[in-house]
């Protein structure tokens, strides 16, 4: 077991709206093992990028554990420490987000090699794995040297692909990876997402198209099952 | 043994300072982290500075503690220390970033001196050397090697502010206080320096408390955050997860109130 989230609920309370509540997520509760992936279902709004992002440690779930298998030790995320919640995201947790984050003025090459320069590798071998990696995405070398903000929706989404797969790390989370993909690099990343599971990494995604879905999905989880009660 | 590099460097507990009736900064309490960059934010008149030089030692506190790890591993009361020790401290350890680059410079000698005064202050006399770091220095900083002999009167704005960096850093502090470090300096000339401090930053293994009342600076910069209203943290935790869950009502205040960070 990789990952495994037990009672894990959220629910935003709104102070500028007057102390609104607004329970999105329910009793979550799942387990991921080594080499799967798991796909999160359901329709727009039913909470899938909210437990994705409580997974990640960006939301703070309300109540409930995510255990994470840690550099050999089993660490509930949801109690964790900022400091605790980087390290894990440094060695063990890569999230693809839906968009790019752009940081003004670094290049795209550097962008994708960066998760590797802060688990301490050498600058020039990181910019060598980086430049793979684009290279396979198929973008264009003439972009490798620029920053990203000025780059497509697609471009940017494979700069982000690009960043997320370059790392061994032994959990990976995905929010539509593929969302803004042609045919041809859709099924680049269903490649990568396969080579990812025969290596034994855990994957939880998040995949609108169907045909993704289909390649990629070991099992899909509603996440209806984790629906707040409504109030009548 | 716990390596150092898992206990704080700094350490502030309790910590108030009052200005007459007035508070200056309220009951604050937090640790920093070898290599962890810390952003202090709130709007004006929160108490950001106030709690900054309180824990700089340039201002005395009210009450509370900071205690700091001297490069012995020991844990010290800074304000227990000698006079001379605290200065030792500041000019070995520490490099303070103001907002203003002529508080941290010295406007009427050269770039290149006011970065060589650092170093002669600990302790290095050879003038070779001392010009060899400094031109390395400021070319870190993007200043151009010829412009080493120009005052920093004849410097813009953010060339200003990008050589009290290099004036800060060429000591190998271990600790750097900024003070709105890109307040004050066009859109784009921030975004250059924001870059540049990220860079050092992370190359240098730098810890870093700065404080900005533009979030979008704490996102790129920060590693934590921490919130002020009224002298008082309001909230504190992981500078992603304060920015895009924030809990308490002030907060969220705050982050509805700009655009997109
Ligand atoms: N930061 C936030 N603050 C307040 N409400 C939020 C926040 N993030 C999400 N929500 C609310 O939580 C609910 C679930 O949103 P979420 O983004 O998790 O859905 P989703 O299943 O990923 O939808 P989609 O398929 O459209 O991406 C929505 O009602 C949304 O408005
Ligand atoms: N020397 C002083 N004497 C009296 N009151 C002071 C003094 N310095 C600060 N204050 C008061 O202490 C409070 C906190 O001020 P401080 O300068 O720390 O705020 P800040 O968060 O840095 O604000 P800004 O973003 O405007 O720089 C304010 O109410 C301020 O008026
Ligand atoms: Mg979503
Ligand atoms: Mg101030």
């Not at chain 1, 495994?4 to 999105?24: D, N």
Request: hydrophobic share 45%; glycine share 8%; with cysteine.
């Amino acid at each position: 077991m990789a990952v495994r989230a037990r009672a894990l609920s959220k629910t935003f309370c709104m102070h500028l709206q007057g102390g609104l509540e607004l329970p999105v997520v329910d009793g979550a509760a799942f387990e991921v093992r080594a080499g799967e992936c798991v796909v999160l279902g359901g329709p727009s709004g039913a909470g899938k990028s909210s437990i994705l992002k409580m997974l990640y440690g960006n939301y703070a779930a309300s109540s409930g554990e995510i255990l994470i298998r840690h550099g050999g030790e089993l660490v509930d995320l949801v109690a964790a420490s900022p400091r605790l919640v980087l390290a894990i995201r440094r060695e063990t947790l890569g999230y693809v987000s839906q968009f790019l984050r752009t940081v003004p003025r670094v290049a795209a090459v550097d962008v994708v090699a960066e998760p590797l320069v802060l688990r301490g590798a050498n600058t020039a071998v990181a910019r060598e794995r980086a430049s793979e990696m684009l290279d396979r995405l198929n973008l264009p070398q003439r972009l490798w040297q620029l920053p990203p903000a000025t780059f497509s929706g697609g471009e940017q989404q494979r700069v982000n692909i690009a960043r997320g797969f370059i790392t061994d790390h032994p959990v990976l989370l995905l929010d539509e990876p593929t969302a803004s993909l042609d045919a041809a690099n859709r099924r680049i990343v269903i490649e990568l997402i396969a080579e990812k599971k025969a290596k034994g990494v855990a994957q939880i995604g998040i995949f609108h198209d169907e045909e993704v879905r289909e390649a990629v999905a070991d099992r899909i989880i509603d996440v209806r099952g984790f629906a707040p009660a409504r109030a009548a | 043994m716990m390596r150092l590099q898992e206990m704080p460097l700094l350490s502030v507990e309790g910590l108030s300072r009052y200005y007459g009736e007035r508070v200056g900064c309220r009951d604050v309490s937090f640790e920093v982290y070898p290599g962890e960059v810390l952003a202090i934010v709130g709007e004006s008149g929160s108490g950001k500075t106030t709690l900054l030089n309180c824990i700089s030692t340039r201002l005395e506190p009210s009450t509370g503690s900071v205690s700091y790890r001297m490069r012995d591993g020991a844990m010290r009361d800074l304000y227990r220390m000698s006079e001379a020790e605290r200065r030792l401290l500041m000019r070995t350890d520490w490099g303070f970033v103001h907002q203003n680059p002529a508080d941290g410079l010295r406007m009427t000698v050269s770039a290149g001196a006011n970065v060589g005064e650092r170093l002669m202050a600990v302790g290095e006399r050879h003038y070779g050397r001392i010009r060899d770091t400094a031109t390395h220095w400021l070319s870190r900083v993007e200043i151009a090697e010829d412009r080493i002999d120009d005052q920093p009167r004849a410097f813009s704005g953010g060339m200003r502010q990008r050589l009290q960096i290099a004036r800060n850093l060429v000591t190998g502090p271990r600790l750097v206080f900024m003070d709105e470090p890109t307040g004050g300096l066009d859109v784009s000339v921030q975004a250059r320096l924001l870059d540049l401090l990220r860079g050092l930053v992370n190359d240098l293994g730098l810890a870093a408390i700065v404080v900005t009342h533009d979030l979008a600076v704490a996102r790129l910069l920060s590693h934590r955050m921490i919130v002020m209203k009224d002298g008082r943290v309001v909230e504190e935790g992981l500078t992603d997860r304060v920015l895009d869950d924030p809990q308490a009502p002030y907060t969220q205040l705050l982050v509805s109130s700009i655009l997109q960070v």
